[in-house]
Protein backbone atom coordinates (compact mmCIF):
# COMPACT_ATOMS: atom_id res chain seq x y z
CA UNK A 1 0.00 0.00 0.00
CA UNK A 2 1.24 3.41 -0.77
CA UNK A 3 0.43 6.94 0.89
CA UNK A 4 0.99 9.86 -0.22
CA UNK A 5 1.27 13.30 1.98
CA UNK A 6 1.51 16.91 0.19
CA UNK A 7 2.90 19.72 2.18
CA UNK A 8 4.29 23.01 1.28
CA UNK A 9 1.32 24.94 -0.47
CA UNK A 10 0.32 28.41 0.68
CA UNK A 11 -0.37 32.16 -0.56
CA UNK A 12 1.80 33.74 -2.95
CA UNK A 13 1.91 36.94 -5.15
CA UNK A 14 2.30 36.40 -8.66
CA UNK A 15 5.54 36.43 -9.63
CA UNK A 16 6.19 34.39 -6.62
CA UNK A 17 7.95 30.83 -6.02
CA UNK A 18 6.61 27.56 -3.84
CA UNK A 19 8.27 24.40 -3.50
CA UNK A 20 5.94 21.50 -2.78
CA UNK A 21 7.11 18.44 -1.68
CA UNK A 22 4.89 15.03 -1.34
CA UNK A 23 6.36 12.54 0.92
CA UNK A 24 5.97 8.28 -0.19
CA UNK A 25 5.79 5.69 2.08
CA UNK A 26 5.06 2.04 0.80
CA UNK A 27 6.59 0.53 -2.63
CA UNK A 28 5.56 0.06 -5.73
CA UNK A 29 6.66 -3.36 -7.34
CA UNK A 30 7.18 -2.37 -10.93
CA UNK A 31 8.70 -0.12 -13.13
CA UNK A 32 6.32 3.88 -11.62
CA UNK A 33 5.70 7.21 -11.96
CA UNK A 34 5.03 10.04 -9.95
CA UNK A 35 3.47 13.53 -10.89
CA UNK A 36 1.56 16.36 -9.58
CA UNK A 37 -2.01 17.20 -10.75
CA UNK A 38 -4.26 20.12 -9.99
CA UNK A 39 -8.27 21.16 -9.76
CA UNK A 40 -8.81 24.49 -9.31
CA UNK A 41 -12.97 25.19 -8.66
CA UNK A 42 -15.35 24.12 -11.02
CA UNK A 43 -12.48 22.52 -13.61
CA UNK A 44 -11.52 19.30 -14.27
CA UNK A 45 -8.14 17.90 -12.66
CA UNK A 46 -5.25 18.12 -15.08
CA UNK A 47 -1.50 16.79 -15.24
CA UNK A 48 1.01 19.57 -14.40
CA UNK A 49 4.00 17.40 -14.18
CA UNK A 50 5.06 13.51 -14.15
CA UNK A 51 8.48 11.90 -13.61
CA UNK A 52 9.49 8.09 -13.67
CA UNK A 53 12.18 6.35 -11.77
CA UNK A 54 14.68 7.02 -14.44
CA UNK A 55 14.23 11.09 -14.42
CA UNK A 56 12.41 10.70 -17.93
CA UNK A 57 9.60 13.71 -17.01
CA UNK A 58 6.41 15.09 -18.74
CA UNK A 59 5.38 19.07 -18.23
CA UNK A 60 2.47 20.27 -18.93
CA UNK A 61 2.17 23.36 -21.59
CA UNK A 62 1.27 25.59 -19.44
CA UNK A 63 3.81 25.63 -16.64
CA UNK A 64 7.23 24.65 -18.86
CA UNK A 65 9.92 26.74 -17.79
CA UNK A 66 8.47 27.60 -14.74
CA UNK A 67 7.61 24.48 -12.68
CA UNK A 68 10.47 21.59 -12.21
CA UNK A 69 9.43 18.32 -10.86
CA UNK A 70 12.15 16.03 -9.37
CA UNK A 71 12.35 13.45 -6.44
CA UNK A 72 14.76 12.00 -3.88
CA UNK A 73 14.58 8.35 -3.81
CA UNK A 74 16.64 7.72 -1.07
CA UNK A 75 14.35 9.87 1.20
CA UNK A 76 10.88 8.48 -0.93
CA UNK A 77 10.14 12.60 -1.64
CA UNK A 78 8.94 13.93 -4.88
CA UNK A 79 9.36 17.89 -5.21
CA UNK A 80 7.52 20.28 -7.45
CA UNK A 81 9.35 23.99 -7.96
CA UNK A 82 7.00 26.06 -9.04
CA UNK A 83 8.29 29.67 -10.28
CA UNK A 84 7.21 32.44 -11.45
CA UNK A 85 3.48 31.89 -10.28
CA UNK A 86 0.36 33.16 -11.72
CA UNK A 87 -2.89 33.19 -10.53
CA UNK A 88 -4.17 30.70 -13.27
CA UNK A 89 -1.42 28.70 -10.94
CA UNK A 90 -4.14 28.80 -8.32
CA UNK A 91 -5.63 25.19 -7.41
CA UNK A 92 -5.53 22.38 -5.05
CA UNK A 93 -2.32 20.43 -5.90
CA UNK A 94 -2.63 16.60 -5.38
CA UNK A 95 1.02 14.10 -5.70
CA UNK A 96 -0.14 10.76 -7.12
CA UNK A 97 1.87 7.76 -8.25
CA UNK A 98 1.26 4.62 -10.35
CA UNK A 99 3.04 1.80 -11.06
CA UNK A 100 3.94 0.05 -14.53
CA UNK A 101 5.12 3.49 -15.95
CA UNK A 102 8.28 4.67 -17.56
CA UNK A 103 8.95 7.54 -19.87
CA UNK A 104 5.89 9.27 -19.44
CA UNK A 105 4.43 10.80 -22.44
CA UNK A 106 0.41 11.63 -21.38
CA UNK A 107 -0.64 12.01 -18.35
CA UNK A 108 -2.64 9.47 -18.24
CA UNK A 109 -4.62 10.54 -15.35
CA UNK A 110 -6.85 7.63 -14.68
CA UNK A 111 -3.90 4.99 -14.40
CA UNK A 112 -2.69 6.52 -11.11
CA UNK A 113 -4.22 4.78 -8.22
CA UNK A 114 -2.87 5.90 -5.31
CA UNK A 115 -3.15 10.02 -4.37
CA UNK A 116 -2.58 12.69 -1.35
CA UNK A 117 -4.98 15.03 0.29
CA UNK A 118 -3.99 17.49 -1.63
CA UNK A 119 -2.32 21.31 -1.13
CA UNK A 120 -3.90 24.44 -1.72
CA UNK A 121 -1.94 27.05 -3.43
CA UNK A 122 -3.30 30.11 -3.94
CA UNK A 123 -1.57 33.03 -6.10
CA UNK A 124 -2.64 36.65 -6.06
CA UNK A 125 -2.25 39.38 -8.17
Known amino acids: QVQLVESGGGSVQAGGSVRLSCARS????????MGWFRQAPGKEREGVAVIDRYGNSLYAESVKGRFTISQDAAKNTLFLQMNSLEPSDTAMYYC???????????????????WGQGTQVTVSS
Open 26 to 33: GFLYSDDC
Open 96 to 114: AARGQCWDPRNFEIGRFNY
